[in-house]
């Protein structure tokens, strides 16, 4: 099963990297006909993903009353910030000036966010929203994902 996991990925990307350089997107340097080039670069693109390249930066504890509906809802949670290592000391310095910024990022992502959002087990969507919310808030782009440490909801 994971050979063919495997396989697919690779067919894929090369279908992908065919694409861009007939696209004239690509440098062009790309053979696609080449398996062990087209190995190697999937190789370099999957380092670029590996969690050792990644940093995670404390983004504080938030309490969040959130009213939809007549229902109060008081949310509770632990964010932190990921993003790649070389950016975290740039991220970190800009944190420290849009503190204020960041927080009210959250805070309106929460208040804006329906039910469906908030009782999603996995909170896709709603990290997806938080990472939005704070790259525009700090005006940059080098948040990736956001960490939920400790997520509680309860009912008022």
Do not use: W, Y
């Amino acid at each position: 099963m994971k050979m063919n996991d495997s396989i697919v990925r690779l067919l894929l990307f090369v279908a992908l990297i065919a694409n861009c350089i007939a696209c004239g997107s690509g440098s062009g340097k790309l053979d696609p006909s080449d398996p062990e080039q087209v190995l190697d670069q999937f190789k370099q693109e999957a380092r670029k993903h590996h969690p050792k390249n990644f940093a995670e930066v404390d983004l504080g504890e938030f309490a969040v009353v959130h009213r939809r509906d007549k229902h109060v809802l008081f949310i509770r949670c632990q964010l932190f910030a990921v993003m790649p290592k070389g950016d975290q000391s740039e991220f970190s310095k800009s944190l420290n000036s849009h503190k204020l910024r960041m927080k009210e990022a959250v805070v309106q992502t929460f208040r804006a966010s329906d039910r469906v959002k908030i009782n999603d087990p996995n909170l896709k969507q709603l990290r997806d929203d938080l990472v939005v919310a704070i790259n525009k808030a700090m005006n940059t782009r080098v948040l990736r994902n956001i960490v939920f440490t400790s997520f509680s909801v309860a009912r008022g």
